[in-house]
């Protein structure tokens, strides 16, 4: 299709009468590179490249145009057509490709030519440059490419050109001008080692962009080859641009249909019968634009039918859905315009249903959207996004279902008809015996009650309960728990927090209190917190996966930078440099001085003081109701404004004067200065004082973030990449205009309905729901007023919109925030290395309350040593000791010195360090020493020093001394020092030699002492030379050492003070240091329960049952645990206590009082005297945790001793009380779990601060404006009828609310009512008469309670427009400011977890790593083969059928619920029978398992075993119910059933993920959810003393109030949720006159408004703002874990699955380990990304099973050990590995491969040894070397050898090399296990030969030689530390089948036939030499017999041996490479027969 397109472009533009020649070109490799397109055109049109057929050829209009499929190895590009005189496509393409490198960068570049449009840079560079890792060609396949180096240019006449050249070198380059405007001309391309950046411009500006963007490019990922290169989701534009018969392409016919759409929406918006009432002459204007618009729609339709088709055609019409969707949209206009006629000639009624059919018309919005739809990516991608992210809200959504219809079938079973009323016992009945119900029948306030006397409320005297079942729901209201469908609609209300308490309270007053309070509490929890933020998770996950991939979306992330550019790229002919501009050049007429001022500091600060001042003054208005008119309140404000404005616009002015105009206006942040100046100048116009324009003076205070860097530079990482807010913004508002639309039309028929009548009442109440403030009353009201039919599908309707705006909606203000607030996926890399080097540098420094010591004198205290120094297990010789003598040392003689040096060092010195001497005896010759000159003593203690340093060095202590004065031996450092130390420069030799000195030390020293020995060399080079060397590895081991010697110094400086200072370490100066007293303190103090879950000799972890109980018990130590204990004693009885029941009466309570007082100084006294108060290392108070201990203790121990009996409210007693509420949080303080939580919110509290000053700014500002345009303005008069103050008095009749059923008076009732005087006043609950109340408004309104009242009352006060003003603040506030504030919770949360700075490929290795922590062996048994019954029932057990139809029956069971089991009534025994059936079905089911698994195999699993239990209790049921028949027994039935369903989320894999998520996300939030009980806890307490009496008001009432703790805390727990907070609040501001005051605080019924006020504020912050977004962090952490993508996982579960019954199959008694020998059958029965072939990943087997292998040594492995070691084969540990864990992993990878090498070479050794004694048995004085020639001379060689150094590009042959290559030609491998298989990488041949050539002397028996190898086998065991694991060995591994560049570029075959070919090379190559050789070695061997310590000069003989046989064959690297090589291998040799001798 889009090959037609492309000739028919191609075809009308060729009109130019140019000719263009097609030009492509053909490489030989097999790999098809896209062809990349990118033009600048001044019309802005995009071209597309073809996207199926490889090779098109285009030629002149005149020749036959074709387009044919040619062979797959061909690429073609296309080049533009020339460019038209007015518009100019000018295209043309470089592509460079290179050889050997990792990356193939297409460039391609854009110009433009023709009359007068020019376009400068590369504008539209973005569409259509691509770079990224492509194939490597591989040489052989290069010699052979066509066009060989050839640059290749097509370019039009006045277009660019560029050069083509692939030989791997520079592109060249190519230049052409264009005619008028300018050709820019630039290739990047990538040359072998590094890439070059060349480029030739003709003009230097404008450059810049260009480049920039080719650099950028670089980092996104390549685009498969044959992908189009710009998707549009708006294709039709660019299909039809070309085609150019029709009028239909002209850009403005586009432009005008764009308009159209607009014109249609805004039409069809004012389209209602009430708008028409309103203005009677829109009905015309709709109808005529109406008409304009459709006709011009059916024109464009059908000319697109007659260019394209309708059905029939290359691209017809109706397949189109772009054309689908145009021509439905056409046929509803059509369907509007003939309604409206029929409207307007009456023939249909003025309110019709019929306006129904107008509502898709506003969809035509889309048209006009359509345009901004374009993304620079491929549609296939995202075609890809859009179904994974739409896959996982399906999923999220079931999961979401699946809970609403779980609470929905309890909701029916515990409630039933919640419609029980009290009524008045006269209510009259008709003649059928119902009641005739009026209003006045009611209670006041209507009350619901209960029929059951022991239950919910009883009506009072005068009433009796009835049931209202005769009413229909649209009287009674329309939620409840009659049925299913009616009680999932209540369950998805409630979900939404709104109104969810008042069911609540109706089911309380109904049934028992119990069911209610769980259900609605469990409800809140799963369903509004839990899972509802699972749907956050799942945005912003799927976000964060676009965003990696797609970073094209938003472009790169650049910094905004806050000034204008100081330096541009400019470039020449020898290449690009940066010119800075110059910074003096000023474009203002003003002198230097006044740029002076400018510049100053106290400028801007003059500037700042004006503005704050200018926010104060205005603040400061207030209005008062006294009577005085309203202007005499802002007179004076008026001329104060004046000045302020004047001030400010001198400041712009003066700014302008010296930049110039051009220097000015530049800047962004001028431009606003610039506005808000010139609104604030009209504002002071008289006329316009306090209009709307009191926005501009208002938004003033803006400035002022400039003030303060830390808030400027958050603003701008929040709000600076502003096209993703902004657009997220924009797609909301397009949203709700959209939506409201629909829905008015939907519903403008209804009659006296006001809430859709016309656009701006519908927008409001869209709005609403988006607030989800009352937006259940706005359903409620639709729903009343549709007839029967229509009530269930408006209510579908509702919930829909509702779940898609605040789920998907505000979950992507959350994802735009979290990821503004992400960091990129570079820099995140360098943030890890900062974090690392922050967190090494320890404080040296002791704390201040330590260093105090330091300045008192020195007294240490002497001791004597009665024993000598080896005695001791370290002796450790103090610096503080050594000061005494060493430092006089450097005063005293140097001659003296200088003689005795030389005979007494040596008898002192102490040779080897690494050998323990044995010791001097010490204590016998210090006396000498000291009589002795100074010179001895120096030598005496610098060898005591050396000889403790040495046996500490053998114990593996690490504290090293220095030693003063002395130069070898060891450095100050403290790092031990070789004489000469031989390292290899880097750059000359392979990182592998590096590697292997590292190692040359003894293996002992090594593990002591790695991170001294190393300081980062092991890092230095990283092992695979990947291009580019990681420079910060090297930091890793420095940074360890850093971290150690910090730590080593501050203990060093403890220890001084303790040795000098005898008060140093005594508490309270009193207990002495080392006193038994103290210990016995010390052990009671830490004394804690032991787990002993590792064993205390191996170090191992034990297998433990109850494990995490034994964690629990070990948490604390027993001392807290009793006082943890004591505490909660304490809190219970503290529960107890309420205004009525005090405290201070009833000495009950006082019992726990005194406990804990008594329990908590036993504890204080106890742990100050263990470990001190606060002058001691481990003092008590050291952090703010004790300090708030003593607090409690202090004021319970004072509340104790004073125990007022009188307290007035706010007195000194109160406050003691309040502050005694703490109590609780004590148990904060204890748990060291609790005490994390608190400490990682309060160390993110920057941010937190951050958002709240943001907030409280922007309440600011709305504030002011609402006080200066709203103030004075809002009070009126109660009765509605009166509108003038004056006309204010006297009393009328009020009516009294009563129910919100929609009942009436009867004949001759009126509705209920009082008299009340009339009062003129504010609004109750809030004004704008000054900035306090303002800001507690905009607080409330914040939480989204409220603010409809204040819309209420503004649209009545002040008229509609003003709804706008608190509309936009919603919008602003809540939207983006409290998403702000989720956003930088769960940002914080993760930054402090560490995972915010790990990369993608990071965090994806951790979640697999707790993923695979948390996989099990299957417990499922395999198939029993010999039992025939068993296996058939097994068959049918495990069928999906079997599976299916159980999961039916239980849906089936399940639905038994659907309506309430009530005893006695037909349809409920009914139920009861078929459920008993259905029990009886699921007792086969588990008999059959029982039967195919055995009782033990089905017992194993924990789902078998819920079955079993739900089963059992079934059976139970059933026996019950036939004996009992009560309420009990229905009760366990439906219970049974319920814990059923349950079972579902078990067979539903996607269910038992995000039930997995939730699981572990509700363990891992409990500490979160109890500290937030705790502090609900401790607010209750404190709430029951200030607020436990105030009277009830219009929030607090019977069930909601403060009366006691319990209640308190039911009444928080409806806070956290918001509901109707705020009047709670106010009632609790309560003050007289409105209520009575009393002596003490238990005897008024008043308020407190400072504490109310502070009370309320703080509790709804700290709760809802921060810790319930601690669970969406939690939630959001789990949901990544749990559920991954398939394409994403490293491992998915379906390869998880795979191991999991491969492993099943082997483990055949299920016991979870297996031994080590049949690791080989379950790696080679894998299958998917486990999968490893023996055959062709020979050496990557052998890995892994000896990695296995030397695990435990040999003993069994268990089920992780096995798939961890795979998990780490089957990652890139380069990408997901961080630092540490790389690099353990890569040694330790290393040691296997060497291993595994030398096994190799000793069983192929073995091998010949067997063939040659078997051979030479008759003549056995033949030497070993006349056998090896005789066996060389056997096989027989091929001639026909390629050169294949091309393709083997990588193989360096060394001389060691060559031996195996010959050796492997002639002997046979002997076993299966280590057959050598010689790769064709330099590594492993390296490896295999430089561990085995200890080829064994002549006269040595083969016994010897097998004893010798087994010695090495023996003494080398591998040591493996926790982080190792993983694959970086990849490029050492021979290459495997899952290597995707090994397979790209060569194929099995040709990899086995290359290294066949290599073997035989190296084998004829090195025949001559081997002989030399061998006996090189064998010199090598003898000589070592004769020099017990090895001299080294064995290797180097033979090296120079073969050096000089060789010296072709080895260039100069690879000597060095070989020479320390074989020094490494002879060392270690030596070494191994050293200790083998030892040990014989």
């Not at 060989?148 to 060249?172: E, K, M």
């Not at 009072?460 to 009413?471: V, Y």
């Not at 129910?1299 to 009867?1306: C, D, N, Q, R, V």
Request: proline residues 4%; charged residues 20%; hydrophobic residues 40%.
């Amino acid at each position: 299709m889009i090959d037609r397109l492309q000739i028919r472009r191609l075809g009308a533009a060729a009109r130019n009468k140019r000719t263009v020649g097609g030009g492509s070109f053909h490489s030989a490799s097999g790999i098809t590179t896209p062809a990349t397109a990118s033009t600048s055109s001044s019309s802005g049109n995009s071209l597309t490249p073809q996207q199926h057929s490889l090779s098109n050829q285009h030629q002149n209009q005149h020749s036959h145009l074709r387009s044919s499929q040619q062979q797959v190895n061909t690429f073609t590009f296309n080049p533009s057509p020339g460019s038209s005189p007015g518009n100019g496509l000018g295209t043309c393409q470089d592509v460079a490709s290179t050889l050997n490198s990792p990356t193939n960068i297409v460039n391609s570049g854009s110009g433009s030519g023709g009359g007068g449009s020019t376009v400068f840079g590369m504008q539209q560079q973005i569409g259509g440059s691509s770079v990224g890792p492509t194939t490597v060609i591989s040489s052989q396949t290069a010699t052979n490419a066509h066009n060989n180096g050839a640059g290749s240019t097509v370019c039009p006449v006045g277009g660019v050109g560029g050069g083509l050249n692939i030989l791997g070198g520079i592109g060249g380059l190519g230049g052409g001008t264009a005619t008028a405007g300018m050709g820019i001309c630039g290739g990047i391309s990538s040359t072998v080692g590094s890439a070059a950046i060349t480029g030739v411009p003709p003009i230097g500006l404008g450059i810049a962009t260009g480049i920039g963007n080719k650099i950028m490019l670089g980092r996104k990922q390549s685009l498969k080859g044959g992908e189009p290169f710009l998707a549009d989701y708006g294709p039709e534009e660019s299909l039809n641009e070309s085609a150019d018969i029709e009028w239909v392409n002209k850009l403005w016919v586009r432009r005008l249909m764009r308009l159209c759409a607009l014109v249609s929406l805004t039409s069809v918006s004012l389209n209602t019968p009430k708008t028409f009432e309103r203005h009677p002459s829109l009905q015309y204007i709709t109808f005529v634009s109406d008409t304009a618009v459709t006709v011009l729609f059916t024109a464009e339709m059908i000319a697109k039918m007659h260019i394209r088709g309708v059905l029939h055609g290359e691209v017809p019409y109706l397949k189109d859905h772009w054309c689908q969707f145009d021509a439905s949209m056409v046929s509803f206009l059509w369907v509007s315009i003939i309604l409206q006629i029929f409207e307007v000639l009456e023939i249909v009624p003025k309110f019709s249903y019929l306006s129904i059919m107008r509502a898709p018309r506003p969809l035509i919005m889309i048209r006009f959207l359509r345009v901004f739809l374009k993304f620079s990516m491929p549609k296939s991608r995202i075609n890809q996004i859009f179904k994974r992210s739409s896959q996982q809200i399906y999923n999220v959504t079931l999961f979401f279902l699946f809970f609403m219809s779980l609470y929905g079938l309890l909701g029916v079973q515990f409630f039933g008809e919640l419609k029980n009323h009290c009524v008045m016992n006269n209510t009259e009945y008709d003649l059928l015996g119902r009641p005739m119900l009026t209003i006045n029948s009611l209670a006041i306030p209507d009350t619901f009650c209960s029929m059951d006397p022991d239950s919910g409320y009883q009506c009072s005297p005068g009433m009796r309960c009835m049931k209202m079942d005769f009413l229909s729901g649209y009287v009674i209201g329309f939620n409840g728990f009659e049925d299913i469908a009616t009680s999932i609609f209540t369950v998805y209300q409630a979900a939404s927090q709104e109104g969810w308490v008042f069911i609540m309270y109706r089911a309380i007053d109904s049934l028992p209190a119990w069911r209610a309070a769980f259900y609605f509490s469990t409800m809140i929890f799963f369903l509004a917190w839990l899972v509802k933020n699972v749907f956050i998770a799942v945005i912003t996950e799927t976000f964060n996966e676009i965003r990696v991939q797609f970073q094209q979306m938003w472009g790169a992330r650049g910094h905004i930078q806050k000034t204008a550019a100081s330096q541009i790229l400019s470039g020449n002919d020898s290449g690009w440099r940066l010119v800075t501009i110059d910074d003096n050049k000023h474009g203002g007429l003003a002198p230097e001085t006044c740029h002076a001022i400018l510049r100053s500091p106290y400028f801007r600060m003059l500037v700042m003081t004006v503005i704050l001042a200018n926010g104060i003054v205005t603040a400061t208005m207030a209005f008062k109701h006294d009577g005085r008119p309203r202007h005499v309140f802002y007179e004076k404000y008026y001329y104060i404004e004046v000045a302020f404005t004047c001030l400010l616009d001198l400041e712009t002015l003066f700014k302008i004067y010296c930049l110039g105009w051009r220097g000015y206006y530049k800047h962004s942040i001028h431009k606003f200065e610039l506005l808000l100046a010139a609104g604030t100048s009209l504002h002071i116009v008289p006329l316009f004082y306090l209009s709307g324009l009191t926005y501009f003076q208002v938004l003033r205070v803006v400035r002022l973030i400039k003030a303060s860097p830390m808030l400027e530079g958050f603003v701008y990482k929040i709000f600076g990449p502003g096209k993703k807010l902004g657009s997220l913004i924009i797609f909301t508002m397009c949203l709700l205009i959209i939506s409201s639309s629909i829905s008015m039309q939907l519903f403008c028929f209804l009659c006296d309905f006001t809430k859709f009548e016309s656009f701006p009442e519908a927008f409001m109440s869209m709005f609403q729901i988006l607030t989800q403030e009352a937006w259940v009353e706005v359903m409620d009201e639709t729903m009343i007023r549709t007839s029967k039919t229509l009530t269930p599908l408006v209510a579908v309707y509702f919930i829909l919109y509702h779940l898609f705006v605040t789920l998907i909606v505000l979950s992507l203000f959350v994802a735009v925030i979290l990821d503004n607030l992400e960091l990129d996926e570079d820099i995140k890399k360098l943030k890890q290395l900062k974090f690392r080097e922050q967190s090494a540098e320890i404080k040296e420094t002791l704390p201040f309350r330590l260093r105090i010591f330091e300045k008192f004198p020195d007294s240490p205290q002497m001791t004597i040593l009665h024993r000598i120094p080896n005695d001791f297990i370290l002796p450790k010789v103090r610096e503080s000791f050594m000061k005494h003598f060493v430092i006089e040392l450097e005063t005293d003689d140097p001659s003296l010195v200088e003689n005795c040096k030389r005979p007494m060092s040596e008898c002192w010195e102490s040779n080897v360090v690494f050998r323990k001497q044995k010791p001097v005896r010490i204590m016998n010759k210090t006396a000498k020493v000291r009589a002795a000159g100074s010179s001895l003593r120096k030598l005496a203690i610098t060898h005591i020093i050396n000889d403790s340093n040495n046996q500490r060095l053998m114990l593996g202590d690490s504290a090293m001394l220095p030693v003063v004065g002395t130069k070898g031996g060891l450095k100050s450092q403290g790092t031990i020092t070789h004489s000469k130390p031989w390292r290899v420069d880097q750059k000359k030799f392979g990182s592998r030699s590096i590697r292997r000195s590292v190692r040359s030390g003894s293996i002992k020293l090594k593990q002591t002492y790695e991170h001294l020995m190393e300081n980062g060399d092991i890092a230095a080079a990283p092992r695979a030379n990947s291009g580019r060397a990681r420079p910060h590895d090297l930091d890793i081991k420095l940074l360890q050492a850093k971290r150690q010697q910090a730590e080593m110094r501050r203990n060093q400086r403890e220890e001084d003070l303790r040795e000098n200072h005898p008060f140093f370490d005594t508490p309270l100066f009193l207990v002495p240091r080392e006193s038994r007293f103290r210990k016995i303190c010390q052990k009671i103090v830490h004394a804690r329960y032991d787990a002993r879950l590792k064993d205390p000799l191996t170090g191992k972890e034990r297998k433990v049952q109850y494990k995490s109980l034994h964690n629990f018990l070990g948490l604390v130590t027993y001392l807290d645990w009793v006082m943890i204990f004591a505490t909660t004693l304490s809190c219970i009885s503290m529960m107890f206590e309420t205004p009525s029941y005090r405290l201070m009466n009833h000495p009950t309570l006082q019992i726990a009082e005194y406990g804990f007082v008594i329990f908590m100084s036993l504890e204080l006294a106890m742990k100050i005297l263990a470990d001190g108060l606060f002058f001691t290392p481990k003092a008590y108070i050291k952090d703010v945790a004790a300090a708030l201990d003593v607090f409690i203790y202090v004021v319970s121990t004072s509340f104790l001793c004073w125990m007022p009996h009188n307290i007035p409210t706010s007195s000194a007693a109160q406050l003691l009380m309040i502050l005694r509420c703490v109590r609780p949080l004590r148990i904060f303080t204890l748990v060291p779990h609790m005490r994390k939580v608190v400490y990682e919110l309060c160390r993110g509290f920057k941010e937190i601060l951050l958002v709240s000053t943001l907030l409280i700014l922007l309440m600011f500002i709305f504030a002011s404006y609402g006080v200066q345009l709203y103030g004075g303005r809002l009070a009126r008069c109660n009765d509605p009828t009166i509108l003038h103050r004056e006309d204010c008095v006297g009393v009328f009749m009020r009516r009294v609310f009563v129910t919100k059923m929609k009942l009436t008076p009867g004949p001759d009732e009126s509705y209920p009512a009082m008299l009340v005087p009339r009062v003129w006043a504010n609004p109750r609950r809030f004004n704008f008469d000054n900035i306090g109340d303002a800001m507690l408004t905009l607080f409330e309104v914040l939480s989204f309670k409220g603010w409809l009242d204040v819309r209420d009352v503004l649209i009545k006060a002040v008229g509609p427009i003003h709804a706008i003003y608190i509309h936009i603040y919603i919008f602003l506030g809540c939207m983006i400011g409290l998403t702000l504030f989720v956003g930088v919770v769960i940002a914080n949360y993760s930054e402090n977890k560490g995972t915010a700075l790990l990369t993608v490929d990071q965090r994806r290795w951790c979640d697999l790593k707790k993923r695979l922590k948390i996989a099990q062996p299957l417990h499922l048994p395999p198939r029993p083969d010999g039992r025939k019954i068993r296996a058939f029932t097994y068959d049918i057990t495990q069928h999906i059928i079997f599976k299916r139809v159980i999961a039916v029956v239980v849906l089936i069971n399940s639905m038994l619920l659907s309506i309430t089991w009530i005893k006695g009534e037909v349809h409920t025994e009914r139920l009861v029978i078929v459920s008993a059936v259905l029990t009886f079905v699921f007792v086969i089911e588990v008999v059959m398992k029982n039967i195919a698994f055995t009782p033990r195999g089905y017992w194993q699993s924990r789902r078998n075993r819920y079955d079993l239990l739900v089963t059992v209790a079934g059976v139970i049921w059933i026996i019950l119910q036939t004996i009992l028949r009560n309420d009990l027994s229905y009760f366990f039935g439906f219970m049974v059933v319920i814990l059923r369903f349950f079972t579902i989320t078990g067979k539903h894999t996607t269910l038992k993920m995000l039930m997995l998520t939730v699981g572990v996300s509700v363990c891992k939030s409990f500490f979160i959810i109890f500290g937030m009980f705790l502090l609900v806890f401790f607010y209750a307490l404190a709430g029951t003393i200030l607020f436990g009496t105030v009277k009830y008001g219009e929030g607090i009432g019977r069930r909601a109030n403060f009366g006691s703790p319990v209640t308190g805390v039911a009444m928080l727990f409806r806070i956290v949720t918001g509901e109707d907070w705020n009047k709670i609040m106010h009632d609790c501001m309560v003050q007289p006159p409105y209520c009575t005051l009393g002596e003490n605080y238990w005897e008024t019924d008043c308020g407190n408004f400072t504490a109310s006020l502070i009370y309320f504020c703080t509790f709804y912050v700290i709760i809802t703002y921060i810790v319930l977004n601690l669970l969406v962090a939690i939630i959001m952490e789990n949901f990544s874990l749990f559920y991954s993508n398939e394409e994403d996982a490293l491992l998915s579960y379906a390869d998880i699955r795979n191991f999991q019954n491969t492993w099943n199959i082997v483990d055949i008694h299920q016991r979870g380990v297996i031994p080590v020998r049949r690791v080989k059958f379950i790696l080679r029965l894998l299958k998917g990304r486990l999968e490893c072939d023996p055959q062709k990943d020979r050496l990557l087997f052998k890995y892994m099973c000896y990695e296995l292998d030397k695990l435990h040594n040999g003993e069994d492995v268990t089920f992780h050990d096995v798939i961890n070691m795979l998990s780490y084969r089957s990652v890139d540990i380069r990408k997901a590995l961080q630092l540490e864990e790389l690099l353990a992993r890569e040694e330790f990878e290393y040691l296997v491969e060497e291993e595994v090498a030398k096994m190799t070479i000793r069983t192929w050794l073995e091998g010949c040894l067997k063939k040659i004694r078997a051979q030479n048995a008759s003549k056995q004085q033949n030497s070993l070397i006349a056998g090896l020639r005789a066996t060389n001379e056997q096989p027989v060689m091929r001639p026909n050898v390629q050169d294949d150094k091309a393709a083997s590009g990588v193989i360096d042959k060394s001389a060691i090399s060559t031996i195996s290559g010959a050796v492997a030609g002639t002997c046979p491998p002997t076993s299966d296990a280590f057959s050598p298989t010689l790769s064709s990488t330099e590594n492993d041949e390296k490896d295999a030969s430089s561990s085995g050539i200890a080829l064994p002397h002549s006269d040595v028996h083969a016994s010897s030689v097998r004893h010798v190898m087994a010695v090495g086998k023996r003494n080398y065991v591998l040591n493996r530390s926790d982080s190792t694991g993983s694959s970086a060995g990849r490029k050492f591994l021979a290459p495997t089948s899952s290597d995707p560049q090994q397979r790209s570029t060569l194929s099995d075959k040709e990899r086995l036939h290359i290294s066949s070919q290599q073997r035989k090379k190296n084998s004829m190559t090195t025949l001559p030499h081997v002989a030399q050789l061998a006996s090189v070695a064998l010199h090598g061997y003898g000589d070592h017999h004769q020099h017990r310590h090895g001299t080294l000069s064995s290797p180097s003989a033979m090296m120079s041996q073969l050096i000089g046989g060789s010296g072709k064959l080895l260039p100069f690297n690879n000597q060095a490479n070989a020479v320390y090589e074989v020094h490494d291998w002879w060392q270690e040799q030596v070494l191994c027969t050293q200790t083998s001798d030892g040990e014989a």
